[in-house]
């Protein structure tokens, strides 16, 4: 793991889509949930689901790539805001491999494929660890539901904190 001194256009590109996409599905999650009836619910999944196929691949060459960089040293910062920040950015990145693994990991161990939009499904045959099934939904849906708003609810109140007290020329410098 290198340690550059600030993070790279390549970094900042691929914070900005992260968190693009991870609204996307958090939302799309929350309104499935909340679903006027079982069709609305299944179309909206469906969508969950199809996008997820996409956004699992992109995780992993995130989380792949923020490993590879490192993360720049803190400049300027209290050893507890840099602990503090280091340690949401890490829980971030962990919540999100969760997250796309126990997804397609829920589905795979009830003999479900991933229909992605039509175009092509994504099969793997795991019918025989369903009893992973539950607690891959479990976490799927806690670290949804609970543990990845608060985390980024963290980060983006940090980020304004250190925008403000430090009177960053753009947003863009917080990723």
Do not use: C
Not at 111 to 129: K, Q, R
């Amino acid at each position: 793991m290198n340690a550059p001194r600030s993070y790279s256009g390549l970094s900042t590109l691929n914070h900005w889509i992260t968190a693009l996409v991870v609204i996307v599905m958090l939302v799309l999650g929350f309104v499935a949930a909340y679903a006027p009836d079982e069709n609305t619910e299944g179309y909206i999944m469906g969508v969950h689901v199809a996008l997820g196929f996409f956004v699992f691949w992109f995780v992993l060459w995130r989380v792949a790539y923020r490993i590879f960089e490192g993360f720049p040293p803190s400049q300027g910062h209290t050893r507890l805001e840099s602990r503090a920040a280091f340690s949401v950015q890490s829980l971030i990145l962990l919540a999100l491999v969760l997250q796309v693994i126990t997804g397609p990991l829920y589905i795979f161990t009830e003999g479900e494929a991933i229909d992605v939009f039509g175009w092509f499904s994504v099969s793997l045959p795991l019918e025989s660890l369903s009893l992973l099934h539950e607690p891959a939904e479990s976490v799927h849906i806690i670290l949804g539901i609970y543990v990845l708003p608060i985390l980024i609810g963290l980060h983006f109140l940090g980020a304004v904190r250190h925008y403000l007290s430090k009177r960053q020329e753009t947003p863009a410098d917080l990723s």
